[in-house]
């Protein structure tokens, strides 16, 4: 596999953009939990080394990329829990995380990258979507780091409010483990209801029901 570059970033600042944005997010098949967007612009000046798309790395190369990229760049994340999924379904969440992102970046974007084929309806900005660009382009590949690093985070935390659900190990994909903890203790809150097994499963879990809020 190819490291990401900032080629792409480098042709539009040639052509008079000056905050390129790329954004990737995470948590899109997950069982439970939200699906976490992340919004990054790169310093061109400081670009940490070993940037690739988060899933080619390891916990720990994350973590130490991670701590890099919130200290050299602009960036931001955007979240949308399970019941805006439920409501909106998961590709509007996954859409209406990317806008929050956005919005809430300390530097406006003029252009922005994301990965994927779909582009968000919601932006101003010139927009293009570019499949696989967590692997070819350095700041959706940022993006997908702090993504994926700001939700693994978010699910270890609930892991201390529904131990018996497993998160720290799963972060809510639907792992057999987490399945099974499913059939013996039926949903809680950070659980899809929209989602297959979900669908199927009372309305009421068999566990208390706790009040949970995000963090960045």
């Known amino acids: 596999m190819t490291s ?10 040639t052509r008079g953009y000056a905050a390129i944005a790329g954004i990737d997010e995470v948590g899109r098949g997950c069982l439970a939990g939200p699906v976490v967007a992340a919004a990054v612009i790169l310093n061109p000046l400081s670009i940490p080394e070993g940037l690739k798309d988060s899933k080619a790395l390891t916990a720990l190369q994350r973590e130490r990329l991670y701590t890099q990229l919130v200290d050299q760049c602009s960036w931001a994340v955007g979240f949308s829990d399970a019941s805006q999924i439920d409501d909106i379904n998961i590709r509007q969440a ?25 582009i968000p309806p919601r932006f101003t900005q010139p927009i293009e979507a570019i499949v696989k660009g967590d692997q070819c382009v ?11 690093v700001t939700r693994d985070r978010w699910m270890y935390a609930q892991d201390k409010n529904y131990p018996m659900y497993g998160f720290a190990q799963h ?14 203790w039926g949903p809680c809150p950070l659980h899809r209801r ?7 499963m009372p309305e009421n879990g068999r566990i208390c029901h ?7």
């Open 4 to 13: 990401p570059t900032f080629e792409r970033e480098n042709h539009l600042l």
């Open 94 to 118: 996954t859409f209406l995380a990317m806008d929050e992102a956005v919005k809430t970046l300390p530097t406006a974007p003029d252009y922005i990258l994301v990965d994927g084929c779909d």
């Open 138 to 148: 350095a700041s959706i590949a940022a993006a997908s780091i702090i993504a994926k």
């Open 171 to 184: 972060v809510g994909y639907g792992t057999p483990a987490h399945r099974a903890a499913l059939q013996k």
């Open 194 to 200: 929209s989602f297959s097994p979900l669908r199927q």
């Open 210 to 216: 706790k009040k949970l809020t995000f963090f960045s």
